[in-house]
């Protein structure tokens, strides 16, 4: 079911340029960079630079753009000639409108500012070029038809993840551009394909009770999803409950539906002391127990029980989702994929762990909205699957 809604509208800081060109009307605003003293940036085509109100240059391709932090204002120097103002823009020069900085492309423009004693170089563009710049950063998108139905089930997912970042207000900026919020790519991020997806769904929203819902999504779920309160602790959200993915998991064409993990023993008493679960890394790992799981089969709690070089024991308690930051993978490089596993110590005392699925398991299952729309399911029914209750409303503003 599509609805109508139309928002309260959210305050803008367009651009006030004597540019001549069209503004973005409420756009979203997306950290691309920031730092303390100085940001060192290069364009790779020419673009102008405002301060609030006037035309102060024109960049041209390869200038080096020096921003410096200089009190409550920053300084920006461009071959010899120095700007002093509390806010930038950066704008294209070009009909098509994309900035090119730093060997990235962007659309909209690009704000710099004095935001939280830092400089900070944010993207403001609108919505809808936002979510064209998450899709294929944040979704297996590939080029096949049979998984355009998913893929318009997770443009909706993303927008309306960014829309209830934008209705926050708050003061600087809405959005990360990675993991803390949604991955985004400005126009290398995006493609003919996911494009024409995102047009597709232009202004569809997710609701629950005539509110935005709130959004959670993750690559694979192993065959049940997970209580948004078992990992997130939020209550009272009867659309974010276990969804049980069918006998023969949809999400199962997934590269990480099933996985394993191997860990000297040296190596899992390193990871227990990184994360100061224990302060000291004389330890022995003699057990490890599962204590109990949720609903969706992914542990909730789980006990390791240490000896030192004195034999006396030591026992850390581990809960829900922290398992994945604490124990890691093997590598150590990322977060162990999911909680959904079973443990064991081998006789050579290593520890296995054989899991299933890829991340939290809450929300939308990547993988398995790609088998749904591969089993014949339309972007609603794949929602309603993943969102029971909810409804697909068209924004008007």
């Given at each position: ?81 120095v ?6 823009y950066?704008r ?28 900070q ?16 950063e944040?979704?297996?998108a590939?080029k ?13 997912c ?106 000297s ?98 929300g ?34």
């Amino acid at each position: 079911m599509i609805g109508g809604c139309s928002s309260s509208k959210r305050f803008s800081n367009n651009v006030n340029t004597s540019s001549g060109k069209s503004e973005i009307i409420n756009p979203i605003r997306i950290l691309l960079d920031e730092n303390e003293d100085k940001l060192s940036l290069f364009t790779d085509f020419g673009v102008l630079l405002f301060d609030e109100n006037i035309l102060l240059t024109n960049i041209h391709s390869a200038d080096k753009i020096n921003v410096t932090s200089k009190s409550d204002k920053i300084e920006i120097k461009i071959n010899g000639k120095v700007f002093s103002s509390g806010l930038f823009y950066l704008r294209s020069d070009t009909q098509n409108g994309i900035i090119s900085l730093s060997g990235k492309k962007y659309r909209g423009a690009l704000k710099i500012f004095k935001g939280n004693s830092k400089i900070q170089l944010v993207n403001q563009v609108s919505l809808e070029d936002y979510v064209k710049g998450v899709m294929n950063e944040e979704m297996p998108a590939g080029k096949d038809e049979k998984r355009y139905e998913a893929l318009k089930a997770f443009s909706i997912c993303a927008r309306t993840y960014a829309f209830n970042k934008m209705k926050m207000n708050k003061d600087y900026f809405d959005i990360y551009s990675d993991t803390r919020d949604q991955v985004y790519g400005g126009v290398d991020g995006e493609s003919s394909f996911t494009n024409k997806i995102v047009d597709e769904t232009k202004g569809q929203l997710l609701f629950f009770d005539d509110k935005p819902a709130v959004i959670f999504y993750h690559s694979t779920c192993g065959g049940s999803t997970e209580n948004v309160n078992n990992v997130f602790g939020k209550n009272d959200l009867p659309y974010l409950y276990e969804v049980f993915d069918g006998s023969e998991p949809y999400c199962k064409i997934s590269p990480a539906f099933e996985w394993i993990e191997n860990y000297s023993n040296k190596i899992f008493v390193e990871r227990l002391y990184n994360s100061k679960q224990i302060d000291s890394k004389n330890f022995f790992v003699r057990d490890i127990k599962i204590k109990s799981r949720f609903d969706s089969g992914r542990v909730n709690e789980l006990e390791i029980i240490l000896l030192d070089k004195n034999e006396n024991e030591n026992i850390v308690l581990l809960k829900g989702n922290s398992i994945r930051n604490i124990i890691k993978n093997s590598s150590g490089k990322s977060m162990l994929k999911s909680t959904m596993f079973d443990i064991k110590i081998n006789k050579d005392n290593s520890i296995t762990i054989e899991g299933k699925g890829y991340g939290h398991g809450v929300g939308l299952c990547q993988w398995g909205a790609i088998g749904l729309a591969l089993d014949g399911k339309n972007y609603l029914e794949i929602i309603e699957h993943y969102f029971s209750g909810t409804k697909v409303v068209q924004n008007n503003d």
